[in-house]
């Protein structure tokens, strides 16, 4: 079998061995090592196992991916998430559905300290839920609300899939942090506009609440100041060039730790339960990329990355088509995995033909550019079935809503998903206007 055929024949392996439920770091680096020991024999494999792990995990770029676990689960500790809820709430719920556009206002706030999907919309099913419930929500709405904004939580800026990304594709992350400003604003936009439209549509499935007086707004706005200096300082600090965004991200860990610390539930226990939290975690994403490490460095020697790309010049096909293709191919592997495996496996296939096209912008543009739009459709696999990881979170913690209800719950906010991507992807001077800026 040649060198080609033999990456070709990876995919199907890798997913064969995901449906077998083998974790996705293990399954890279087995197929990945396996690979290369079929091509090299097993030399080059004890060399760079030898060497792999030391230079990945001590890549200083890395370590900003453990402080923005550990600012998270700081803020999940302290208890911002019901801060953030609350006061959101005060101001949209006497609206119809004005409780559900809350939830997702909250999932945005929640997700500019978080940096994760599953952790936000976790968090936020916690604290929105009852409320929802109490007020008479439709199950549908409810779950379906939630599960889409959690989606936010990698969206809205600091977001570990972005740094992987940026770290894939060597690109800068503070300039992939500010590009991913306007669309993750538009989705919190986009997904509001829905719920105002779904509550009045269908009737009784979100109805408003009581109008909260503007000095108890101003009461709930005094327990999240906190929150919104910590978002400032930290990427104001980074965009003014004051520190990077390693030093930004121990800021905002700092931040969050010190108002977690001041809280009355907070102490020993919980201090040590972040730490595991936050290392679990850390562990877990660090061996899928250490798979992923084992696996690309297997794909470049079949130099499959490289055919496709001459493939796709050869063939002349137009920039913006191969995008879409690109994108579409998202789609269909996000009802099959998670986002993490989609980034590790796709990028370094997929990138060396998007930085040999012209797309008329620069080419570090078009990197962030596709970055953004591959975000965006990876964001959407969250809430897509059979896999929709978002939607089983929140499923599972409503307990009396059915499981097609909820997904039922997602299609209109999927609809508002796939406008966005169309005009992020049929005009991207709008996500490049701030980095332009």
């Known amino acids: 079998m040649d060198r080609l055929t033999l990456g070709i024949v990876a995919f199907p392996i890798l997913f ?14 087995l197929v990945g090592a396996g690979g290369t020991a079929y091509v090299s024999g097993w030399l080059p494999i004890m060399s760079q196992a030898k060497t792999s792990a030391f230079y990945l995990f001590s890549s200083y770029e890395l370590s900003v ?30 609206r119809k559905g004005g409780v559900a556009m809350a939830a ?14 599953l952790a936000t919309a976790a968090t936020m099913g916690k604290v929105a839920l009852p409320e929802l419930r109490r007020l008479g929500y439709s199950g549908s709405l409810s779950t379906g609300a939630l599960a889409a904004g959690g989606t936010l939580g990698i969206l809205i800026p600091p977001s570990v899939i972005l740094i992987i990304y940026s770290i894939l594709t060597e690109q800068n ?33 979100g109805r408003a609440a009581e109008r909260v007086p503007m000095i108890e707004r101003l009461k709930l706005f ?23 965004p390693t030093e930004g991200a121990a800021v905002g860990a700092t931040g ?43 794909i470049a020697l079949t130099r499959l990355p490289f055919e496709l790309a001459e ?55 078009a990197a962030i550019w596709f970055g953004i739009l591959t ?34 719950g997602v299609i209109p906010f999927l609809l508002s998903d796939f406008v966005r991507v169309g005009i992020l992807f049929a005009f991207p001077s709008i996500t490049l206007f701030l980095l332009r800026l």
């Open 173 to 205: 992350i503070a300039k992939m942090f500010l590009a991913a400003m306007i669309p993750g604003i538009l989705a919190a936009i986009g997904y509001m506009l829905v719920i105002a439209i779904f509550a009045r549509i269908v009737p009784g499935a």
């Open 65 to 94: 991916i453990p402080l923005f676990l550990l600012m998270g689960n700081f803020a999940s500790r302290a208890g911002m998430s019901g801060s953030l809820f609350g006061f959101v709430s005060a101001c949209l719920g006497h």
């Open 256 to 298: 969050t730790g010190l108002v977690a610390a001041s809280s009355r539930n907070f102490g020993w226990s919980a201090l040590i339960e972040v730490i595991q939290n936050t290392a679990v975690t850390t562990g877990m994403i660090f061996l899928v990329l250490l798979g992923a490490e084992f696996f690309n460095a297997f």
């Open 375 to 408: 975000l965006m459709v990876v964001e959407i696999g969250l809430i897509t079935p059979p896999v929709g990881l978002n939607v089983f979170i929140i499923n599972k913690m409503a307990g009396d809503v059915k499981i097609a209800d909820t997904f039922k």
């Open 16 to 29: 064969v061995m995901l449906a077998f439920r083998v974790p996705i770091g293990l399954g890279m680096l």
């Open 311 to 365: 493939y796709v010049a050869a063939a002349n096909f137009s920039p913006m088509v191969v995008v879409a293709c690109i994108l579409v191919i998202y789609v269909f592997l996000g009802c099959l995995m998670d986002s993490m495996a989609m980034i590790l496996l796709t990028i370094p296939v997929f990138f060396p033909m998007i930085s040999g096209m012209d797309f008329g912008i620069t080419q570090e543009e």
């Open 222 to 244: 005094g327990s999240i100041w906190h929150i919104l200096l910590i978002f400032i300082v930290m990427l104001g600090g980074i965009y003014g060039g004051i520190f990077t």
């Open 104 to 117: 997702v206002g909250a999932c945005a706030g929640f997700g500019a300290i978080c940096g994760s999907s």
